[in-house]
């Protein structure tokens, strides 16, 4: 890779395991990987993709740039004959958030699933070809998670057979949607759609809002950006906007109608096409932003990793060099569970995967049976691997110490850019609270004919598992996945039990939901964090092959389990899962885990892969060689151009001289 | 206050105490908050101060900016002769970080506390006129938590009678003080002091950096900003600087020398003022920065209080509005806890000013017996309110939803600007492991003639807790001070033990200490955890007037107990200070209290008493009108001066239009 001399080859020597397998391991197959490292080095070798210098830009300067590297990917997309891999692979190493994301992101899938076959044909040639620039626009200044609670209207006018789109309030206005701002000629505008005077619900519309011509806003239509969001450089590439509509007309044709129907006389009618096919969309886009935090969190760990193999700090004996702060036992143990998380969610995504297909399978051939259980399944652990993400990103930069807080170390923007992520398709609350309500659900069916599946079955095994009390009598007995994960299963049944008896002792189901949703969501949590154990114990049990990979997976299984089974004692104590004795007996497993993972901390963020282009950031540089770059970087800052700065000769020079009293200030 | 007509009036109508009364017992007495409502005001009336467009500017501009109201607010404050405490509560309210926080807060200090009388009198003048202006060069490039180990070199030149400041490697560049890469013209540099070869350690100088005719750098003096750092405005309004020597020679009389001189034929000597006095110094810093945490998370939790409170979503019955999301009780979950940490903060802030008081008075008395533990309360109490607190602000930032993200909201940077709190004067693990430190050697001195003093005196009582049992019957048992009390003293001097007899199983102390040191952490926390409870529970013992104003502090110092006795719940059982059913009738006690300080949520926000220009927040302004106000900022961005927007030509008609083949990108 990068680098002249490898500070690091020390560290990599420590190495127990095949560095080069478990790229694959990661990776997910050889073919993703020798797929994925060939684009990365097409980006991370051409400086038209740059990126360094994001943070000093200002906004405007800053969006240009963006436009200008869309168009450029799209140029080499085009040139290179990307396939639909290549090029998406392509936008993800490019590594900066624009327009580009909802158009193929959202705009083309959403016409996919829920555009009528003409509908397909007409649309999606332009699209596929960037002829028009699409968006989604759907959230509004005031709904956001309510998504029936929009404001904005499409009424029929039967008389031109057209949608007459309005939005008749302030907080109507569009307000967030990603490309809308500055770029899109076209959005899916979602929409009360009106006829006769009667109010339809929500529905999905394909309305221009730019001319082709010359990009200035259609009549009637009023686009803006909604301003700057956290960070520097971040999410602040893209042109989230606000859109209001004054009485725009847009031809019936352009409703959305896969799913439901307006005729030329103005008759609503559901089409023969189940509506849970939207259930599969969201399943889609959750198992990406899952597989997108175990990346996202990959990165963090790595910088953080590396960094802390170069930092030294303490420790030294005699004038020798002091201790590797990677060598401390405090930051091992906040370091460490992120590893593994990164790996955790990596694999837990992998099966999300799958589970996609699965459900889509089941659906073509009309059955909705698993759907309820997928799709609770995917918003909670996008739920859970969002909020971990977010959370384990800051906790890597403080973990970088002083250093951490320069924009150099890549670590703010990384995060500033994550966040967001919390919140959109489903804030992490409320979606912890539809996971709970699946959960009580499924308790209430226990006995019933309706059995619980795939991710909630152990609730078929729940008499036993309220007799459960852990066997544990030594620390390595918690290196046993049978003995982690009867301990997960008693502690995730037992809070849903238990809070599902204290809302049965409200008479109005409702408001005891409400009064005990800090306690359903504790039990949805509980519940995801089963999942991804019992999926990283089920990785373990297929064939990993290369020397020492499976012994390392095992050991960062085993963390991931008992970091959180460290974290969330009180449920396991207090269910009476395992004794405070048995607690501190995987506290001891725990410690010795992290010595065990020590020598191979640098190879297992290595076999991430991540370009140092990728990483932006000088922290986390694959050579090790962080101070020279560190002290390169500092000096690129525009404040450095001159000497004495801007500001000198009004502001400092009669502030020191006294004479501040007939200044202009 | 500012605003049309009072969106929040319902709200304020709804409260069930005193606010006035409340605003008083906030701000520490009707002197100091009649001082900060006249300064605040002062600060938001004139538009010289003016904040909101800090986020859209580039760095050179903000620079620019900072430096014109840092000579703006020097000139008011001699306009209108402002008092010390005036002076110091204006730059607070501007809110922009800038070299004189250093000048101030650093550097005037430093020689005041480091400076003979002489040196006193020769530099005091200087720095208070501003015909100096100084900074503090300690942290280098490769040194920051290990002072000691500062690579930096002062050598004395007996033929001269001068010191040598030099940087002998690239890890000895000083990095990150404040104010030192553009403005400084001295500073106090911190460098291993080498006589005749011998190194005597670390001592200060004032070394001049700049011209004071042209300011350009002295010669053998290399100056420059480290670049941009975390979030928009922020901490970038600070040229945080690097700075090299090349052999430079400063006068002997420069080398702070109130605790160590060198004698003009190059003797060190130790004078007769003790050494503890910097210690002195430390508490006095870290005492402030626990009042500023208070006042950092007071900000956060009001935007979040009073968002919440416009913010409708969901439940919507019949067509009506839709349910305020201060009313979910995940939110009070996340938001009240923060709400009585604030006010937690805020007294024990109290508590350690007169601490700070009465250790000068012992000092001066010739009494340390007392220093070593309120050293360690200080450093604890740095490192628990500031983690809290950065972490609360992002809390605050999710609890906002999505308008959160924006700058406008205010809370990104409020965020950015805050969490380096978490790594300067002292980062906030290391700060913990001394804490721990010193509770090990507490224990290890009980039954000797060295009583423990102070926050550590319950270890006195060591016997009785560790048979303590909780006796809570009921869920209101647990409003009873002494009850809480009772747990967490039990529950601290327990996690104490453990850890130490578990130190005492290693023949090496210091391995034992490194290889325990994530659970000495925590005993650590703990033991601050009941520090704050228990300064709030003695203020409440006191006198404190107004309607209703003691019941509510009594639910906030309640709730704040109870949701840690939940988060930490592990603790509480595997201690065995209380039973899992204790633990589920604090939690039944817990959602009873949220519901008693929901109608008084908007007004105990209220009494922190912030204006809207301290507050910087669209959405937490005092009236309310929320919607409005996001709508009308999102139009200043940069990107809104063009319809059609910079680059439209160049990068997005040739998408558009196929042409992009032969575009020049």
């Avoid at 158009?103 to 083309?108: A, I, P, R």
């Avoid at 403080?398 to 994550?418: T, V």
Wanted: glycine residues 8%; aromatic residues 10%; charged residues 20%.
């Amino acid at each position: 890779m990068e680098g002249s001399v490898d500070q690091l080859a020390p560290e990599r020597n420590k190495a127990e395991f095949d560095v080069d397998a478990m790229k694959i391991v990661w990776a997910g197959s050889s073919h993703v990987l020798e797929v994925s490292e060939r684009i990365a080095h097409l980006v991370a070798s051409d400086p038209a993709f740059r990126k360094d210098n994001r943070p000093m830009l200002g906004r405007k300067e800053l969006f240009k740039n963006t436009l200008r590297k869309a168009a450029y990917a799209w140029k080499r997309i085009t040139e290179l004959r990307l396939n639909e891999e290549e090029a998406s692979l392509l936008r993800v190493f490019v590594d900066e958030a624009a327009f580009t994301d909802l158009h193929w992101g959202m705009f083309v899938p959403a016409i996919k699933g829920q555009g009528t076959e003409e509908q397909q044909q007409k649309w999606l040639p332009l699209a596929h070809k960037m002829q028009i620039i699409g968006c989604y626009a759907q959230t509004e200044l005031g709904h956001g998670s309510n998504v029936q609670g929009l404001e904005t209207t499409a009424t029929f006018d039967p008389k031109t057979d057209e949608f007459v789109i309005h939005s008749p309030t302030l907080t109507s206005s569009k307000w967030w949607p990603g490309g809308l701002g500055k770029v899109s000629t076209h959005a899916i505008v979602y929409a009360r759609l009106i006829i006769d005077g009667q109010d339809y619900g929500v529905n999905g519309f394909i309305a221009q809002l730019r001319s082709l011509d010359d990009h200035l806003p259609l009549p009637g239509i009023t686009i803006g950006d909604i301003g700057m969001k956290f960070g520097n450089g971040a999410y602040n590439t893209m042109d989230n906007g606000v859109l209001r509509f004054n009485n725009v007309r847009i031809p019936r044709d352009q409703m959305l109608m896969r799913v439901s129907q307006v005729t030329r006389e103005g008759k609503f009618v559901q089409s023969s096409v189940p509506r849970q096919l939207v259930y599969g969309t969201m399943v889609f886009v959750r198992q990406t932003i899952v597989a997108g935090a175990s990346v996202a969190l990959s990165r963090a760990v790595c910088i953080a990793t590396r960094y802390s193999a170069v930092r030294r700090q303490f420790g030294s004996r005699n004038g020798g060099p002091e201790t590797q702060v990677i060598d401390y036992k405090t930051q091992q143990a906040r370091l460490f569970p992120l590893l593994a998380s990164a790996y955790a969610f990596r694999f837990v995504g992998e099966w999300l995967n799958w589970l996609y297909t699965d459900v889509m399978q089941r659906l073509q051939a009309g059955d909705f049976s698993t759907l309820p259980e997928a799709h609770a399944c995917t918003a909670g652990l996008k739920s859970l691997t969002t909020s971990v993400t977010a959370d384990g990103i800051e906790e890597c930069r403080k973990l970088c110490g002083g250093h951490g807080y320069l924009c150099s170390s890549g670590l703010p923007e990384l995060f500033a850019a994550y966040v967001p992520t919390c919140t959109y398709e489903g804030d992490n609350v409320v979606l912890q609270l539809q996971v709970a309500r699946h959960l009580i659900k499924t308790i209430s069916q226990l006995g019933s004919a309706k059995k619980p599946v795939g991710t909630t079955a152990y609730f078929g095994r729940l008499e036993q598992l309220m007799q459960y009390h852990s066997d544990v009598q030594k620390a390595e007995d918690w290196l046993k996945p049978n003995v982690v994960l009867g301990a997960f299963e008693a502690r995730a049944a037992r809070k849903s039990v238990a809070v599902a008896q204290n809302l049965s002792k409200f008479s109005n189901p409702e408001e005891g939901f409400q009064e005990l949703s800090a306690d359903l969501v504790e039990a949805a949590v509980a519940h995801c964090q089963l999942i991804i154990v019992s999926k990283f114990i089920e990785k373990l049990q297929t064939d990993i092959p290369g020397k020492g990979v499976k012994q390392q997976l095992e050991s960062l299984c085993s963390i991931y389990a008992l970091f959180l089974l460290h974290k969330h004692l009180g449920d396991f104590l207090s269910t009476g899962c395992i004794t405070p004795e048995q607690g501190y007996l995987a506290d001891e497993q725990l410690r010795s885990l992290y010595s065990q993972v020590r020598p191979n901390a640098i190879a297992l963020v290595d076999a991430f892969n991540h370009t140092d282009h990728y990483l932006g950031s000088v922290l986390g540089c694959y050579d090790g060689n962080v101070y020279p770059k560190l002290y390169a970087e500092a000096w690129k800052d525009p404040l450095n151009d001159l000497v004495v700065p801007d500001g000198y000769q009004e502001y400092i020079r009669p502030l020191l001289k006294q004479q501040l009293r007939n200044a202009r200030l």
